[in-house]
């Protein structure tokens, strides 16, 4: 498949937001529970809860350049009963909405108002938004994952990574965010973000070897319905090309791709892991933030990669220009 | 249950492109639009073709074979573009079984194409909406027509006759019989998507005459005289032709 970048922005971009949001409620959840000091600085958690929702927001935008008609997006909210598409569309702008009401709601003082049981208004909005971002992470993943043509992304392991990457580079900018406001927290969320990191790497090697074992289902034989072993096209029907030759062929040489890959499993987890693991001890906000930064150029390199690896059996048809 | 289809007889294509080349003329001209083109006669030329007839070589010199083979949309029983679909632009509809895009409603994002195993979608570079063979569903109902012209417009113009149109779920209609007698197939069985149409494959046609083909044995009024043989001696055509 050719990487769409407005796609590869739209899924990193909303994976920090959700990560971010998703290590701002358990740093709430822990402190109320009495594991963590509450965090002193005033504004920890509006300010974390804007900068997760300018992520969430930034990735939607990223996701209109995907569309041939930006102005009937609303449209792909009608068909959540099949489309995880539709779905993705549907939770993500609610999802959106609870992380402003629960900065709001933290900016606004609400913990001071308990509603029931010592649940107040921000706890029960993050428990729904903390549902709303695994759904989301899951949509995400699924849209990919349940095209059984594509057997690179047709495997539990596509919405396990979207969740292990989603929550590794959002601990990764929480780190940076608490290293700069409430150093305090820096090393308990460095020390997860490490966690996650190691279940992303752990995860994606094991995709990595599981696509490479992959054999294709279809072959020109199937495709044309001829049996004979060997079947060479002369001709796609056409001299130019079409949508089919440029939207499902990524147009790179192997070296390129075999560069991409080692170029992101280098810069999405030894290189972070070792920048967070000097900032943390010498309590350097600024090189947790550069681990963060360059852990989300190699995310950007890894959905690249995740879209190269990607064989359309519609590539079948389409080999030879004549 | 009506389900149209087209039945593609391998064994007659000649690659011709006629269905192509009209396949487009017709759906460039309709309601729903043209079908964009780019330089088509520049360096780099692109174009949007609901219809392609692809060429296969099989098999090794110098015991090969050419194989033309139309590719368009298969109507699928199963279509796996339908339910990826986030805003039901692409659906199937229930009366006759064809699988359509509503080109108000497209939002362009190409999922159905990336669901699509048989790439027969192609999205209009201008329109940015994706489109599809219709089965010229704006023709094959048509009042105004003759009865015998109400068929899609690759199917008038296919002049092999390899291109059959009809209702594959009845079993009497001449695409059932046609799939039934020939060995009809589908494509791309493996992924369960059921196409409704059907591809009939390469036969080895030989032509062989019996004595009773060229005289009537049973010659039932007595009147049919024996044919004369040629006498050994006399010269055959080959050999007045290799003197």
């Known amino acids: 498949m050719r990487p769409a970048f407005s796609v590869i922005l739209l899924t990193t971009l909303i994976g920090v937001g959700q990560g971010l949001f998703l290590a701002l409620f358990s740093v709430e959840v822990l402190a109320r529970i009495g594991v963590l000091e509450p965090p002193a600085a005033p504004g920890f958690y509006p300010v974390a809860s804007a900068i997760a929702l300018a992520f969430l927001v930034a990735g939607l935008v990223a996701s209109f350049f995907h569309l041939g008609r930006p102005e009937r997006a609303w449209r792909a909210a009608a068909m959540w009963r099949t489309s995880w598409l539709s779905r993705e569309v549907i939770v993500l702008p609610a999802f959106m909405g609870c992380v402003f009401l629960y900065g709001l709601g933290h900016h606004l003082g609400w913990p001071s108002q308990p509603l029931v049981a010592g649940i107040d208004a921000t706890l029960a909005i993050g428990a729904f938004g903390t549902v709303l971002c695994l759904l989301l992470f899951l949509c995400t993943g699924m849209i990919y994952a349940c095209l059984k043509f594509l057997p690179e992304w047709h495997t539990p392991l596509t919405v396990i990574n979207y969740l292990a990457f989603g929550c590794a580079s959002g601990l990764m900018l929480a780190a940076a965010y608490a290293g700069i406001v409430e150093p305090g927290l820096a090393r308990f969320l460095a020390a997860w973000a490490v966690w996650f990191t190691a279940v992303a790497l752990v995860t994606r090697v094991a995709s990595l070897i599981r696509n490479g074992r992959l054999r294709p289902r279809s072959t020109l034989q199937t495709a044309i319905g001829v049996k004979h072993p060997r079947i060479v096209q002369s001709s796609q029907g056409f001299m130019g090309g079409s949508f089919n030759t440029r939207e499902f062929f990524h147009g790179r040489p192997e070296a390129f791709l075999r560069s991409v890959k080692w170029s992101f499993l280098v810069a999405v987890f030894p290189v972070p892991l070792a920048l967070l693991g000097t900032g943390t001890l010498a309590a350097s906000p600024a090189l947790v933030a550069a681990a963060f930064v360059v852990q989300y150029a190699g995310l950007l390199a890894e959905r690249w990669f995740f879209f190269a690896q990607a064989t359309h059996p519609q590539n079948l048809y389409y080999q030879r220009v004549a | ?243």
């Open chain 2, 1 to 243: 249950m009506t389900q149209l289809a087209l039945v593609i007889d391998l064994n007659v294509c000649v690659g011709c492109q006629a269905c192509v080349t009209s396949c487009k003329e017709w759906n460039t001209s309709g309601a729903a639009g043209f079908l964009s083109d780019d330089n088509p006669y520049g360096k780099d030329p692109t174009g949007t073709f609901l219809n392609r007839v692809q060429t296969f070589e099989v098999g090794e010199y110098p015991n090969t074979q050419t194989v033309h083979f139309p590719k368009s949309c298969l109507h699928c029983e199963d279509p796996p573009c339908v339910p990826v679909c986030p805003t039901g632009a692409s659906y199937k509809r229930a009366e006759d079984g064809i699988v359509l895009v509503d080109y108000d409603k497209c939002i362009g994002c190409k999922y159905c194409a990336w669901a699509c195993p048989y790439g027969v979608r192609e999205v209009d570079e201008h329109q940015k909406v994706m489109k599809k063979c219709t089965l010229c569903v704006d023709r094959i109902y048509d009042q105004e027509l003759p009865p015998s012209d109400r068929k899609p417009a690759c199917v008038m113009a296919c002049p092999t006759s390899a291109r059959l149109f009809g209702d594959v779920h009845d079993p009497e209609s001449e695409v059932s019989k046609a799939i039934r007698e020939n060995a009809g197939y589908q494509l791309m069985p493996e992924w369960g998507t059921h196409p409704a149409n059907h591809y009939l494959p390469r036969r080895k046609q030989e032509l062989k005459i019996h004595d009773d083909a060229l005289e009537r044995v049973d010659n039932p009024l007595k009147i049919d005289g024996k044919l004369p043989r040629p006498g050994v001696r006399e010269p055959a055509l080959d050999d007045v032709t290799t003197w």
